[in-house]
C-alpha cells in the first residue's frame, strides 16, 4: 500500500536529528543531515581505516554513485560522470566545445553565477555570450528565447529552477525552440533534483548538471554531469584528468584518449568520501518517494501561500504550481536581517537577491510551516508589503 502524502514528515522525521532542535527550511542550501548520510561517513573512516587503501572497492562506489544518479534521471550508466561538482562538469563541457562553425552560447539570467562564468571564460576561445533577460513580470517568455537563438546558436544553457526567485523554467519550449534551430540544450538541475522527478530523456535535454547537497541529501564534493549518448564523442574535453581516460589505470602519460562514455566529463582522484553520502542520501530520496515529495511540497505551499497573503507579504515565486521548485521567496526590507532574526529563534532559512528563501522538502511539516508563519508575523516590519 502506499502512504498517504500526509504522513511523509511523520515517516521521516526520526532520520533528521536537526528537527529535535530546530526548525529546518533551508534545503535550497543544503539538505538536512540524515542518520544513513552520517553512517555512510562513518563506514568511510571505518573502510579507510580497516582496508588501508581499497582502491578497487572505492572505484566501485563510484560506478554505484553513477548507477543511482543514472537511474534517478532514466540515463544509462554510461551517459554520466561523476565530478566534484556541477561546475567540474559543465567546465569540461565547455573545454570541449568548438566556437567555429556556431559560435553563440545563449543563457538566460536566471542562471546561478557558476554558469554565465563558465560560458564567459569561453569568450577567449571565441565563444559569443548572449543573456535571455527576465520580463517584467518575472518571467522568461519564450519569445525572448525566440529573439536570442538562431542558426549561430550553439548552446543553450537554461536552469530548471532559479535559485534567486524559485522560478521553473518551461524547459519543454525552451528545448524545442532550440533543437529546431539547431542548437544543444544544458540544463542546470541543482535546484530541482531531488525536489521533483527528472527525466532527461522526458525532458529531452542534450546535457544536465547537477550535485547532491540540496534536495538529494547528500552533501558537498560530489556532482554529476550527463551527456546524451550520440553526443558523447563529438566534445573532446581539453579540461581533463585521469579519471577521464578510456583506462584509467594504464597509467600512459604520453596520450590523451578520452572515454568513449561520458566518463571522459570527469578529471583527477573521485571524491571517495562524498560519494559514500552522496549514495546514502540519494537512496533515501528514493526510499521516500522523490514524486511523492513533490506533491507533499505543494501542499505545504499552499499553506504557506495562504498564511503570507494573511501577512501581506509579497511573493515572489510564482502562484502556479507549474512553474515553480521547491523553493519560496518572499520579498524583504532587509533579507540578512530577517534570515538572522529567525535563525536566532530557531529557524534555518536563507536570503538571496533581497527575498527571504523558504525551501521545504519531504521532512517538513504542517507545523515547521506554522512556526515559520508565527515568526515572521513577529518579524513583520522586514516583510515588503504587496
Ligand atoms: C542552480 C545551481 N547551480 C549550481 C550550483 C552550484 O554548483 P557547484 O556544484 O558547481 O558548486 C548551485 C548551488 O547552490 C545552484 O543552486
Not at 533534483?193 to 552533501?219: E, H, N, T
Not at 554531469?225 to 564523442?233: A, H, I, S, W
Request: contains cysteine.
Amino acid at each position: 500500500m502506499v502512504a498517504s502524502v500526509d504522513s511523509l514528515p511523520a515517516r521521516i522525521r526520526h532520520r533528521f536529528p536537526i528537527f529535535e532542535r530546530r526548525v529546518y527550511v533551508n534545503s535550497c542550501s543544503q539538505g538536512a543531515l540524515s542518520d544513513s548520510v552520517r553512517q555512510a561517513y562513518e563506514q568511510y573512516l571505518a573502510d579507510w581505516d580497516e582496508h588501508g587503501a581499497p582502491w578497487e572497492y572505492w572505484v566501485e562506489r563510484g560506478d554505484a554513485a553513477r548507477d543511482t544518479f543514472a537511474q534517478l534521471v532514466n540515463a544509462a550508466p554510461e551517459e554520466v560522470a561523476v565530478t566534484t561538482s556541477l561546475s567540474a562538469g559543465v567546465s569540461a563541457l565547455a573545454s570541449g566545445l568548438r566556437y567555429a562553425r556556431r559560435s553563440k552560447v545563449v543563457l538566460t539570467d536566471w542562471e546561478f553565477p557558476t554558469i554565465g562564468q563558465i560560458w564567459h571564460a569561453q569568450e577567449a576561445r571565441g565563444a559569443r555570450v548572449v543573456h535571455v533577460p527576465e520580463a517584467p513580470d518575472g518571467t522568461i517568455p519564450i519569445e525572448h528565447f525566440e529573439r536570442a537563438i538562431d542558426d549561430d546558436t550553439a548552446l543553450v544553457s537554461i536552469t530548471h529552477v532559479c535559485y534567486r526567485n524559485g522560478s521553473k523554467l518551461d524547459v519543454d519550449a525552451v528545448v524545442r525552440l532550440a533543437h529546431e534551430r539547431g542548437a544543444l540544450v544544458l540544463l542546470d538541475a541543482y535546484q530541482s533534483i531531488g525536489s521533483l522527478p527528472v527525466d532527461v530523456r522526458a525532458l529531452d535535454v542534450d546535457f544536465l548538471g547537477a550535485g547532491v547537497l540540496k534536495y538529494l541529501l547528500g552533501s558537498a564534493g560530489l556532482g554529476f554531469f550527463y551527456c546524451r549518448r550520440e553526443l558523447v564523442e563529438r566534445v573532446w574535453p581539453t579540461a581533463t584528468g585521469w579519471f577521464a581516460d578510456r583506462d584509467i589505470f594504464a597509467m600512459d602519460h604520453r596520450d590523451y584518449s578520452p572515454a568513449t562514455t561520458a566518463g571522459r566529463f570527469q578529471s583527477g582522484t573521485p571524491p571517495v568520501p562524498a560519494i559514500y553520502a552522496g549514495i546514502a542520501g540519494m537512496e533515501l530520496m528514493q526510499e521516500i518517494g522523490i514524486a511523492e515529495t513533490r506533491e507533499h511540497v505543494l501542499r505545504l505551499h499552499e499553506r504557506l501561500f495562504e498564511g503570507l497573503d494573511e501577512l501581506g507579504a509579497t511573493v515572489v515565486t510564482s502562484r502556479e504550481p507549474e512553474r515553480r521548485g521547491a523553493l519560496l521567496c518572499v520579498a524583504s526590507t532587509d533579507a540578512p536581517a530577517l534570515v538572522d532574526v529567525l535563525d536566532r529563534e530557531g529557524i534555518d532559512t536563507s536570503s538571496r537577491n533581497g527575498s527571504l528563501r523558504i525551501s521545504p522538502h519531504a521532512y517538513n511539516s504542517d507545523e515547521d510551516v506554522d512556526g515559520v508563519l508565527e515568526a515572521l508575523a513577529r518579524h513583520r516590519r522586514l516583510l515588503t508589503r504587496g
